[in-house]
């Protein structure tokens, strides 16, 4: 019998590295990032103990353009120690050791941005919804004049000054921004999608394009807005986690009255009532009062959950039927929902593989086809004899075509709306990087307790071997009341059901995957598994008949002995999960072989595994021994797929940290769990470890999908540019369609 650490580690870091991917907001610079932002080394790491920290929250930073320029004006700024984003609420956080921020606020300023310094801490919130229409009047308006001037042109009427005069017309009304943007990039010899618009379109006006170079403006322009509003719908998908508690709390006074106030007033320890019908506002215990709660915006649980005295209450859940009076346990940017949505939100800094090959693949990218462009415009006029204005205008169209909008976007997008649909089905995903992981996943290793069974086994029998039956009882309650392994709670709950005190218990400790010991009246004493009775060398031959007979029945032992004997043997039976057996035949469907690891004996541990449908089981596994199994398993698969590990989020942390992927059954409540997995599964239903899977791989089918889509769209233009037949209104279509494209692609996982 192993007791539980609740201090957990789980072996590697769980920090945010680097970007938060863009998810939405208004309005977006260029729909997605042009160029890959560089990754300063210091941004990885944990700021220094000396560094203080101010955020600051800057609406035009809102895709990883901004971010870029951002990265370059203050990540090497004296005094800076590191920078983390969020573009999802579009908050910088700045590790300084600065006097003052006032050279940090003028910095971001001369980059066109305005910085407001926020309150640090807390539960960041999501800008909630689109910033405005789908179009504008102005670029309405716009639209209307640059339509005007390619008819005029076309049929020639009045040219040429109605044609240049709607042209300049529309430029002026939609294009100023982007030339203003465009120029700041090019003065820190940036090239972002506003610098080469900028280019692309100056040259069209030199070239005599006045109507082409309007349209290409105000297209542009309006392909931003529509892309904005369009992202928004992922945002708003993650701001609606934090719009399920509500703003208010009804919380008693000290007089004993009720009063209604803000939530975010409400205190640790406070009482608070909740009527039926109503949201609870914070985490809490119920006091008093019995009811059904519909916990699914937390959990994912599709039945509602009987509360009763001493249960747990979520924020964000709903009371369904009797009055609750409740004691809370979390301020309100601290309840399990804040904390949900604060892994929702950085957990796209865990970077899939995709996002970084896609965002290297794009630093290279886009200075190649622009220095192709410019090798277009001036080799054929100055080598071959061919005519500038047609080469220009080529190298131009390549300009439009250099941009990776569409490219760049595709992944964020969809980690984004992949890790909101999981979040809504009780899923919580730390990072796009194990989303996109989760489909290669080939082997499962599932800690029998508390995953594969419910977690609360029952005694169901108690044989005395030597001394007074009661005197034995009373001891083993005392120390099993000292430990948290399921069955020692087991012990200690039937003695107190059976009306046995727990006495004092001195020089008290745990022994890992073996039991505990501890001194009563003076006396030491050990409680424990068969592998511990065998250290102590006090097993007999009766006693291993007895232990086989248990075992076989699918029961779990513990001993009670002192220093010569064994004095008394207790067992409990762990019922299965309703559903582990259709869980473990889910996996399989998917070609992922489970395999259980015990604690407890070798024929306890096959007995629960057959009624599970696993084919596979390992009992007697100290925690070393789970870490070695899961090890084993990678080296079997030789680099063919990935090894899961499922526990309870708190122990098994060398197994949890061998795995690809750590899985934690039940986190909901559980600081520790949502701190530390890979993968927190909120409530006990393991049906949604293949449901994460399934997600898994639609978010890397649509991933691909996007990535075909954005370099085969922007390969045909190209090619089409060179033989003669592009022009940079295709390209523009081409670019801001493909960018559209992916985006409504990447949120179809939000109906998942």
Request: charged share 20%; proline share 6%.
């Amino acid at each position: 019998m192993s007791t539980h650490d609740h201090g957990h580690s789980h072996g590697r870091p769980h920090t945010q590295e680097g970007p938060q991917p863009f998810a939405g907001g208004a309005p977006c610079c260029c729909g997605g990032a042009c160029q890959a932002a560089p990754r300063p080394e210091k941004e990885d790491g944990p700021p220094p103990a000396s560094a203080r920290s101010d955020v600051f929250r800057i609406e035009a930073m809102d895709c990883p353009t901004e971010e870029a320029m951002l990265r370059k004006a203050l990540g090497g700024m004296p005094g800076v120690a590191g920078l983390r984003f969020n573009l999802l609420s579009r908050e910088l956080t700045v590790h300084h050791d600065l006097p003052d921020t006032l050279g940090i606020v003028a910095a971001i300023a001369a980059l066109g941005m305005e910085a407001v310094p926020v309150t640090a801490g807390g539960a960041p919130r999501p800008v909630a919804g689109p910033a405005g229409p789908w179009v504008t009047p102005v670029q309405a308006l716009g639209l209307c004049l640059s339509l005007l001037a390619e008819a005029a042109d076309w049929l020639h009427i009045a040219a040429p000054w109605l044609p240049v005069a709607c042209a300049l017309a529309a430029i002026a009304l939609c294009a100023l921004p982007i030339y203003r943007k465009g120029f700041i990039a090019l003065s820190r010899r940036e090239l972002n999608i506003n610098a080469l618009m900028s280019i692309a379109a100056t040259g069209a006006l030199i070239l005599g394009q006045f109507p082409e170079a309007a349209m290409v403006m105000v297209l542009f322009a309006i392909a931003e807005q529509l892309e904005s509003v369009s992202l928004a719908k992922a945002n708003v998908a993650v701001a609606a986690l934090l719009s399920l508690a509500p703003d208010v709390a009804t919380l008693r006074r000290e007089d004993g009255t009720f009063a209604t106030v803000a939530a975010g007033s409400v205190p640790v320890g406070a009482t608070i009532r909740i009527r039926p019908g109503e949201r609870v506002p914070l985490d809490a215990v119920v006091a008093a009062g019995h009811s059904s709660v519909d916990q699914s915006p937390v959990t994912g649980e599709s039945l509602p959950a009987e509360k009763g005295p001493g249960e747990a209450l979520f924020a964000g859940s709903v009371n369904q039927e009797g009055e609750l009076t409740a004691t809370t346990t979390a301020l309100a940017d601290d309840s399990t929902l804040a904390r949900i949505t604060r892994a929702v939100l950085a957990s796209p800094g865990k970077e899939a593989d995709m996002k970084r090959f896609v965002d290297r693949f794009a630093a290279v990218y886009t200075p190649a086809v622009f220095a192709a462009a410019v090798a277009v415009a001036l080799a054929p006029p100055l080598f071959l004899g061919g005519s500038f204005a047609e080469w220009i205008y080529k190298g131009l169209v390549i300009l439009v075509i250099a941009c990776p909008c569409a490219l760049v976007i595709s992944t964020p997008v969809s980690v984004v709306s992949g890790l909101a649909a999981a979040a809504r089905r009780g899923i919580l995903v730390k990072g796009g990087l194990f989303l996109e992981r989760g489909h290669a996943l080939r082997a499962m290793a599932l800690d029998k307790t508390g995953t594969v069974t419910t977690g609360r086994p029952v005694q169901t029998d108690f044989e005395n071997l030597a001394g007074d039956a009661a005197e034995n009882r009373a001891v083993a309650a005392s120390l099993a009341a000292r430990s948290d392994h399921p069955v020692s709670r087991a012990v200690a709950q039937q003695a107190a059901a059976d009306g046995i005190v727990p006495g004092h218990v001195s020089a008290f400790s745990a022994l890992p995957g073996l039991g505990v010991r501890g001194a009563v009246e003076g006396q030491a004493y050990h409680l424990g598994n068969h592998r511990l009775i065998e250290r102590l060398g006090v097993c007999s031959p009766a006693v291993e008949a007895r232990l086989t007979a248990l075992e076989g029945a699918g029961k779990t032992a513990v001993l009670l002995a002192d220093a010569s004997r064994v004095l008394a043997i207790f067992a409990a039976a762990d019922i299965i999960r309703p559903h582990s057996r259709e869980a473990v035949e889910a996996l399989a469907r998917l070609g992922v072989a489970t395999v259980m690891l015990s604690g407890d004996n070798a024929r306890t541990a096959a007995a629960v595994a057959r009624e599970a449908g696993i084919a596979e089981a390992r009992g007697d596994q100290m925690p070393e021994d789970k870490a070695a199994a899961v090890s084993a398993l990678r080296k079997a698969l030789d680099g063919k797929g990935l090894v899961g590990m499922v526990g309870d989020g708190i122990n098994d942390a060398p197994a949890l940290a061998r795995a690809d992927i750590g899985f934690a059954m039940g986190a909901a409540g559980t600081d520790a769990a949502i701190e530390t997995a890979d993968v927190a599964i909120m409530d006990d239903d393991p049906r949604k470890l293949a449901a994460f899977i399934g997600l898994s791989k639609a978010t890397v089918s649509v991933l691909r999908q996007n990535i075909a889509l954005a370099l085969g769209l922007k390969g045909l233009v190209l090619a089409l540019t060179v033989a003669g037949y592009g022009s940079m209104l295709l390209a523009v279509f081409a670019d801001m369609g493909t960018s559209l494209l992916v985006i409504g692609n990447g949120l179809r996982l939000l109906r998942r």
